[in-house]
Structures are given as structure tokens and as C-alpha cells.
């Protein structure tokens, strides 16, 4: 029997290794952990929001809280209930989750680069997949800047190659999520914008027939 003594700051501690789906910080600190409860068996309950209803990254997002809440020592079972009461806002973020935003949000207004047309660019994945020790996956940039990244976003980075536009991108993410392609839409291309903003992909401007 293990007699690991488990505290929710020990959860909390781990879970702030794991990256919200859709923006380079922790779960953590984007306030998206509403409650911690842990059981005299050590059986742990993790009450969860998501930024957005119906974010197709759900159900990765819930079993990356579970594996990492089962990485601390004495950890028998892991639920995680999604809540939506109170509805999250930016006002739940952490100090240093705003001023990473802030930071992201001053890369994209320094230099405004020219619009991209979706209709013809194809983005190409740069940078560098570093699987970690515990199973966790990062993305470096070539400043060696390392984002952790989840299976979902490894596999578009992936399908990601130059020679596929934005349409097939969408198409190629529908699939693997099990979504309708419109609901996929607004989340890839924020999630071509965050990895451009990160330095993990290039846009290429295909040529208009």
C-alpha cells in the first residue's frame, strides 16, 4: 500500500505542466482549474473549465489533466468534471499568464505583417519536437524556446508540411477530431496564428492559379 500523502498544491504543482490546447500557458494559470478535492483514498476530483464551449481539443485536454494529476506519487483515480459555473474570463488568468499574452499580443502588433490569404498559403512546420522523459511532448523554436504542446497540435504541426493549404489543413483536422469541418475552422486558424506567433511555423504563400 502506498502511504503517499497526496495535496491538491502537489496536483496543482503538476498540472501547471500541462498547456492549455489553444495558447502557450498552463491550464494553471489560465484559471481553468475551478477545484482540487482529494479522497482519504487518495482518489483525486479535478473540477475544470474550458476558455470556449465546445472547444474540439475536450477530450485531449481531459486526459492530459488525468495523466498528469496521476504523475503524483500516491495517486490512485482521477476524475475531472467540466463545469461551466462561473463562466471563465480573462480575470481568472495569473499575473504572468497576462503578461505572456501581453507579450504575444505586442509580437503581433510590432510587426503587422501582411494579411495572409488562406485561400493559398501553406504553412510549414519549423522548429523541433523534444519528447520529455515523462511522456510530456515540446516544440522548440530555433531561439530554443520550448512550448509544451499536447498530441493534438503535434499532429497538425506534423501535417503541417509547406505543400498543404489551409482548406486541406481543416479538412485533415476535422477528420482526426470526429468534428464538422466548420466547427474546426476558427481553432485552426487560431492555431496556425499561435504557432506562427511561436515561431513554429512559416507561412508560405502558394502561387493563385
Same mark, same amino acid.
Given at each position: 500500500?502506498?502511504?503517499?500523502?497526496?495535496?491538491?498544491?502537489?496536483?496543482?504543482?503538476?498540472?501547471?505542466?500541462?498547456?492549455?490546447?489553444?495558447?502557450?500557458?498552463?491550464?494553471?494559470?489560465?484559471?481553468?482549474?475551478?477545484? %482540487?478535492?482529494?479522497?482519504?483514498?487518495?482518489?483525486?476530483?479535478?473540477?475544470?473549465?474550458?476558455?470556449?464551449?465546445?472547444?474540439?481539443?475536450?477530450?485531449?485536454?481531459?486526459?492530459?489533466?488525468?495523466?498528469?494529476?496521476?504523475?503524483?506519487?500516491?495517486?490512485?483515480?482521477?476524475?475531472?468534471?467540466?463545469?461551466?459555473?462561473?463562466?471563465?474570463?480573462?480575470?481568472?488568468?495569473?499575473?504572468?499568464?497576462?503578461?505572456?499574452?501581453?507579450?504575444?499580443?505586442? %509580437?503581433?502588433?510590432?510587426?503587422?505583417?501582411?494579411?495572409?490569404?488562406?485561400?493559398?498559403?501553406?504553412p510549414q512546420g519549423v522548429g523541433k519536437l523534444i519528447k520529455q522523459e515523462d511522456g510530456s511532448m515540446v516544440l522548440a523554436n530555433e531561439h530554443e524556446q520550448g512550448f509544451m504542446v499536447n498530441q493534438a497540435i503535434v499532429d497538425f504541426w506534423q501535417s503541417c508540411?509547406?505543400?498543404?493549404?489551409?482548406?486541406?489543413?481543416?479538412? %485533415?483536422?476535422?477528420?482526426?477530431?470526429?468534428?464538422?469541418?466548420?466547427?474546426?475552422?476558427?481553432?485552426?486558424?487560431?492555431?496556425?496564428?499561435?504557432?506562427?506567433?511561436?515561431?513554429?511555423?512559416?507561412?508560405?504563400?502558394?502561387?493563385?492559379?
Open positions: 500500500m502506498s502511504t503517499s500523502v497526496v495535496t491538491s498544491n502537489a496536483i496543482r504543482n503538476s498540472l501547471k505542466q500541462c498547456m492549455d490546447p489553444e495558447v502557450p500557458i498552463s491550464i494553471v494559470d489560465m484559471g481553468l482549474i475551478y477545484g %482540487i478535492d482529494i479522497t482519504s483514498s487518495n482518489d483525486v476530483n479535478i473540477k475544470m473549465t474550458m476558455t470556449t464551449k465546445g472547444c474540439p481539443l475536450h477530450e485531449t485536454l481531459v486526459s492530459d489533466v488525468t495523466r498528469f494529476a496521476k504523475k503524483v506519487p500516491g495517486v490512485n483515480d482521477v476524475s475531472v468534471d467540466i463545469v461551466w459555473d462561473p463562466p471563465w474570463s480573462m480575470d481568472r488568468l495569473s499575473d504572468e499568464a497576462k503578461a505572456t499574452l501581453r507579450s504575444m499580443g505586442d %509580437i503581433t502588433t510590432m510587426a503587422t505583417p501582411a494579411p495572409v490569404d488562406y485561400t493559398v498559403a501553406m508540411n509547406g505543400k498543404r493549404k489551409m482548406t486541406e489543413l481543416v479538412d %485533415i483536422f476535422a477528420q482526426r477530431t470526429g468534428l464538422q469541418r466548420g466547427q474546426v475552422e476558427k481553432e485552426v486558424m487560431q492555431l496556425v496564428k499561435q504557432l506562427t506567433d511561436g515561431g513554429l511555423l512559416v507561412v508560405v504563400s502558394g502561387q493563385q492559379s
